[in-house]
Every structure is written in C-alpha cells, then in structure tokens.
C-alpha cells in the first residue's frame, strides 16, 4: 500500500451508514475539523429511503416534523409538498441535503461493512468491507439503521415460486407494472398496508395474505397548503423545540401556534363512555399516529386501551362492507399501539373493492409456496406476482451481520447474546470508542427518528469536543451505569402495555432472538434531559482515558 493510501485509510472516525444519521454525523464532524469516512452499502445516500421504494411508501411522522432542524436556512427553503411525505420526496431530500453540505466526497457507496475489530494497542477501529476497503478510525459510529435488514418468512418452497417475487423494502429502482396480474401480498403490518391500497387499483386482482391484524389509523394526507405552511415556519424553531423536549414521541404537531402536545386528559377514566369516544372521533379525524396520544393512559392502562381499541374495531366494521372480512381485519390477539400503529390511506375500504380479497391464515394456512402461487391448507392461490412485506430484523439486525469485536476479541454478538445492553442506548459497555446511533435503550422506534437521530449526533459530537479539549483518546461505557440504564429501560417498558405487544420492538418477529423490549419508552423529552444530566456531569457513567 503506498504511503498515500495508508493515510487515505486512517480517519478520526468511520461511520457505517449513510442514511440521515450517518449523513449528520458526517456534517457534524467535518465542522468540528475531524476527518470521518463513511461506508454505505447501497449507491446513494438516504438508508431506509433508499431501500423502500414500495408503491405508497411514505413516512407515518409529519413531513416538516420528519426532516432535520440543524440547518435553519434548509427548513425555510425546502418546500414539502404533501402533509406526509412519499419516499420519493424524502429520498429527494436527502441527496438535496448531501449536495448542499458537500457530503458525497468522504462516503464509500456500495460497500457493505463485514467486519470492525478494535485495536487495543493503537486504540483505533479497523473497518473492511466485502469489497476490500479498510479505514481505520480512532472512533466507530455505527449509524446502521433500526429496519434495515429485511426478514424474509420462514415458509416452504418460497425459492420455487416462478412468477415476479419482491420485497417490499428492496424494491427496483424502476417500480413495478402490475396491469393484469394476479398478486398476492404476505404480510399486514404498516408496508403492506401502505402497498395494498396501491397495488389493488393497478392489479387484475390482489389476494392479501393476513397471519395477524394490525391497527391502522387514516393519514388524511393532503396537499399542504402555502399560506399554512408559511405561517408554520415562522414559528420552525419553537415548533422544533416542542418536538425535541416532547413527553411522548416528538412527532409533528398541526397547529400553526406551536404547543406542548401532552395528552388533554391525564387518564381515560376522567370521560363518560360517550366523551371518551367522541374525543377518539376527534383524533381519528385528525388522523396519524397521535391517535394514540387521545388520553394520557392509553398505552398504560388496560381497560382504557381496550376501549381505544374496541373504538377502531368499530370504525373498521363501518369501513368494511363484509362483516367476515371486518371481523377478520379487527385485532384481538394484542393491545392496540403496542404494535407500531400503521397510518394508511383507504386501507380498510380496500376491501370493497371486487378485486381484492383477503386470506385469512389463521383458519387457513399457507402449507407452501408453489412454482405458481400458494398452497393453503383448503386450496391454492394462483399468483402471477408475489409480494412479501414481512418487516425486518429491527434495531440490531444490521449490528448483527457485521462482525464486531472488542479490544479483547469479543464479538458484539456474543455480548449481547441475551439481548442487546447499551449504555443510554449510545454505548455497549466493554466496546470502547464505538458509538451506536438510535441504538437500543434509546427512544429510536417510538419515536420520530430524525428527532431522536439529531440527538444522539450532537450527544456523540459534544462528548468528542470534550474529549479532544482533554486530550482524551478513549471512552467506554461503565457497566454498572449500563446495568442501571438497561434495568430503567425494563421498568419503563413494564409500566406500559408495550411488552405485551409481542412485535419487532421485543425481536419477537425473528425466530431465536432474544425477547427483550429494545426501545426506551419514556419519552424524547425525559431522554434528553437524562442525556443533557449525563453530559453536565463529565458524561457521568463513561469513562475516559
Ligand atoms: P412488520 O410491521 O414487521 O410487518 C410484517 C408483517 O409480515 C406482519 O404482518 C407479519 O405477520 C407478516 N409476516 C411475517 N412472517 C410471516 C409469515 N411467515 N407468514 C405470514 N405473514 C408473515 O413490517 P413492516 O415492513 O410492515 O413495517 C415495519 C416498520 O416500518 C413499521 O412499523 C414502520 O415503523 C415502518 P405477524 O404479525 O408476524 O403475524
């Protein structure tokens, strides 16, 4: 290797991931004189926007809720057009925001990073990819991503199936043409009820392959109107700061005054019967996945939540004409939020329509793919096209496909082999210098992600300043905090209906992942006063060497 080269390798920091963390870590950095390299495994910036480009991919938070606030000029001038913003707008948005901070020169695309060992000795992180490329960096920012590896279904003969198959979140670039086929679509969690409603108005026919039911709330999408959107921005900055200090998930707020948006009533117990739905009513209008904020107790409380739900079952039997497939569409089987609610545009009335129909896979199940549809225990279904929307190996899954080792050797993997520990969800105790970004034990999935994303950048870039103004090169979680962090971690989560959710945040969608509840439910607000705590007291529970 020649002696530019080796220079060429050597960085302050490697980052893995260039979706909006990655893309901000950078930013940051670069402002604070360091030098970083980024490592992206596809051949643009923008991670999860990249990769799901399903038909009717949009986010679930509110778009001028949904985009960075570090640059206060970026937020005047960018114009979103819709309430919720397509992945086609968003992804637009990314490379705007790579061009206009000159991002692209220190990021490697199509390099999927296989393996970062830490050198006890230099004390740098060594990272290669599968294409050969190393950099080694004093610190590694692993800013993979909470859905970013796929999970495909354990389910027999998938690979004979000889028509079109697609994954939802790796969809072609140049989209999908279903005129005239016959689909089918496995899975009903938010993608494919984004994607359904899609696909049914372009396909011959759509069979919706149903193993559970989730909630969804309507969107009331729309076109956001200028003089709204004017008379928002002028108050951006408090509207940011409402989202950054929220008690709940920081998610956007519609009003053109910004407020705190702390549920009215504290406790669904305080309403009548007929108040408590009338005020469901209310949100259900306004649509989004605030839903869930209509009472303070909803995802606390048991009896208030089954109330929240029995509402929704209500409006999916008044949504769909047949009462089999209404009934068939109702959860039961968990409380409802505790799920990752799904937000959709005409998902239920779908289901009016004459083309589409909905296989029940608790009363029949798939036995197997086939060469040309599926086998269900009572027939089989012709398929021209299928479809499979069934979510990903969430929050550590692409953690977990990189070999990660430690000074002395360990793997991350093996650390976490009873489930993922993290100090405030930055730092795995034991792995010194290697920052997580949304990582688990933080609000990440519960929250909106370029809220939490902004948070965790600055936290990591404020902590480095304080480490070069010490000339400290070192840092490392300390296990008794992290003991303390993951053990407040659990008791939150207990004190909320989320456990009993069974879903990816728990890993119970992966067969042989450890069950533990991963995000941090408390709340974005109370995280960044912890953080802020953390960090006016010399980062107490890191150590520095
Ligand atoms: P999700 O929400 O994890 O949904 C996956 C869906 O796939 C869900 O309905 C699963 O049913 C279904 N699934 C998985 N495996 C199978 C098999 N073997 N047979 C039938 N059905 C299956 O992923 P999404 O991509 O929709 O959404 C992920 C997040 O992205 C979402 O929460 C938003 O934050 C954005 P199951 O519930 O396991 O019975």
Known sequence: MSAESVQESEFDVVIVGAGFAGMYM?????????TARVFEQGDGVGGTWYWNRYPGARCDAESLAYSYSFDAELEQQWQWSERYATQPEILRYAEHVADRHDLYRDIRFEQTVTSAAFDQESGRWRVSTADGL???GCF?????GCLSVPQLPDIAGLDSFSGNRYQASLWPRNGVDFSGQRVGVIGTGSSAIQAIPVIAQQAAHLSVFQRSPNFSVPAHNGKLDQDWVDAFKKNYREH??????ALSSGF???EIEPRDRTPQH???????????????EEYWQTGGARFMSVVGDALSDEQINARVARFVHNKIRQLVDDSKTADALCPTDHPIGTKRICVDTGY?????????????????????????????????VELDTLVLATGFDAMTGAMKNIDVRNGAGLRLNEAWSEGPKAYLGLMPAGFDNLFLITGPGSPSVLSNMLVSIEQHVDFIADVLEYMGERQSQRISADPDAQEQWVAHVNEV????LFPKGGSWYLGANVPGKPRVFMPYAGGVGVYREVCDDVANNDYRGFKFA
């Not at 950078?26 to 360091?34: P, S, T």
């Not at 019967?273 to 469901?280: P, Q, T, V």
């Open 266 to 280: 504290e406790s669904g117990h305080e309403l009548s019967e007929a108040e408590f739905d009338a005020l469901c």
């Open 140 to 144: 590694l920012v692993m800013a993979t």
């Open 252 to 254: 956007g707020d519609l």
């Open 134 to 136: 190393e950099a080694t």
């Open 348 to 380: 239920y009335e779908t289901y009016n329509r004459t083309n589409v129909a909905l296989v029940n896979l608790r009363e029949t199940p798939i036995e197997r793919i086939t060469s040309t549809g599926v086998q269900l225990s009572d027939r089989h």
């Open 493 to 496: 989560a207990n004190e909320t």
């Open 240 to 245: 940011r700061d409402f989202h950054k200090r």
């Open 26 to 34: 950078l930013h940051r950095l670069r402002g604070m004189g360091l």
